[in-house]
């Protein structure tokens, strides 16, 4: 039996075994040769040898320079919208007259107003509006300064930030503060349900 060096066909081989994207079903891709002659075979506008039609060739540029981007009303809308976003990141949103508590020290940061709660650890932030809540604990370290707030939510979760305080006579002025904006926004749902008849 005799066996043969190289390639006996032109045709490249196909299949999962030789191409790691083969996807059974669809047609190989053609090779640089038979694509460059099919297209110009048969695309539209040409004759059969290859040659590009004049008509074609004269109605393009007006095709182009009637359909430029932004002259739909679809377009016009978009870029809109993109604008309004771009001027509302730029503007920051009007804050109503009410407590805020902040906190922070070299590494930790708490914010807590009208939005809900921002905790920030070194580059690793987290926002949690009021209706993602569930409680709001405080904790304080026995020996030491360090002030410990853990926010928790409904889903059983809980997420502690630790805050150097630069006394401890800060806690007591933190805890009061965070208790204002906690009564003001926080709705815990433990209001009694009224009398039945």
Known sequence: MEQRIGSSSSKPLEGAGFDPAFIPGLTAPATGREEDAKDTKDAPGTDGDGTVEDAATEAAPEAEESEKPGDSPAAEAAEAVEAAEESEDDEPEPAPDGPVFEASDRRAALVADHR??????????????????????????????????????????????????????????????????????????????????
């Open 116 to 197: 809900g709660v921002r905790l920030r650890l070194d580059d690793q932030e987290c926002e949690f509006r009021w209706d993602e809540i569930g409680a709001v604990e405080t904790e304080t370290a026995r020996f030491g300064k360090r002030y410990t707030v853990t926010v928790h939510t409904p889903d059983r979760r809980w997420y502690p930030l630790e805050i150097d305080a630069d006394s401890r006579r800060r806690f007591a002025e933190w805890d009061a503060a965070l208790d204002e904006v906690l009564d003001a926004y926080f709705d815990d749902g433990a209001e009694e349900p009224a009398d039945r008849v």
